[in-house]
């Protein structure tokens, strides 16, 4: 079994934004479906903001996952790197992704099968929020 093995499925996800330049809480729910694609994973996101100035508008999100080894690698849809995650390693994992001039920092925590989270801390001269994501098999 590849490292990819325990996240391929359907997960339901829940996540709240704590946008502290703009003073704003929001939250969006919906799924995350991650499917083989002859190279790895095809994460797709799709959900409504329920919470916050984006009340009702429908978000949409691509990503590649590519095992390497017992790493995964994220890419963005169009092939550019986003990020590298070891998921064995005590059940956490952090990475970082520099998009000049901002950063985009993530915790991992898995309680797999069942669940797994993503915590995005983003900062630079027009953001500064926390993104927590929590993911659960559907």
Same mark, same amino acid.
């Given at each position: 079994?590849?490292? #990819?093995? @325990?996240? +391929?499925?359907?997960?339901? $996800?829940? &996540?709240?934004? %704590?946008?502290? =330049?703009?003073?704003? #809480?929001? @939250?969006? +729910?919906?799924?995350?479906? $991650?499917? &083989?694609?002859? %190279?790895?994973? =095809?994460?797709?996101?799709?959900?409504?903001?329920?919470?916050?100035?984006?009340?009702?508008?429908?978000?949409?999100?691509?990503?590649?996952?590519?095992?390497?080894?017992?790493?995964?690698?994220?890419?963005?849809?169009?092939?550019?790197?986003?990020?590298?995650?070891?998921?064995?390693?005590?059940?956490?994992?952090?990475?970082?992704?520099?998009?000049?001039?901002?950063?985009?920092?993530?915790?991992?925590?898995?309680?797999?099968?069942?669940?797994?989270?993503?915590?995005?801390?983003?900062?630079?001269?027009?953001?500064?929020?926390?993104?927590?994501?929590?993911?659960?098999?559907?």
């Amino acid at each position: 079994m590849d490292v #990819l093995s @325990a996240f +391929e499925d359907r997960w339901s $996800l829940s &996540r709240r934004v %704590e946008d502290r =330049r703009a003073g704003a #809480l929001l @939250a969006l +729910e919906g799924e995350a479906l $991650l499917t &083989r694609d002859g %190279e790895g994973l =095809r994460y797709e996101e799709s959900g409504l903001w329920t919470e916050g100035p984006y009340t009702g508008l429908k978000a949409s999100r691509v990503y590649l996952w590519r095992a390497t080894g017992e790493e995964i690698a994220v890419f963005f849809s169009d092939g550019r790197p986003f990020h590298d995650f070891r998921p064995g390693e005590a059940g956490q994992a952090q990475a970082g992704h520099d998009c000049a001039p901002d950063r985009y920092d993530v915790l991992y925590r898995f309680e797999l099968p069942h669940l797994w989270k993503s915590v995005w801390t983003v900062a630079g001269p027009a953001k500064d929020y926390t993104a927590t994501t929590l993911y659960r098999r559907a």
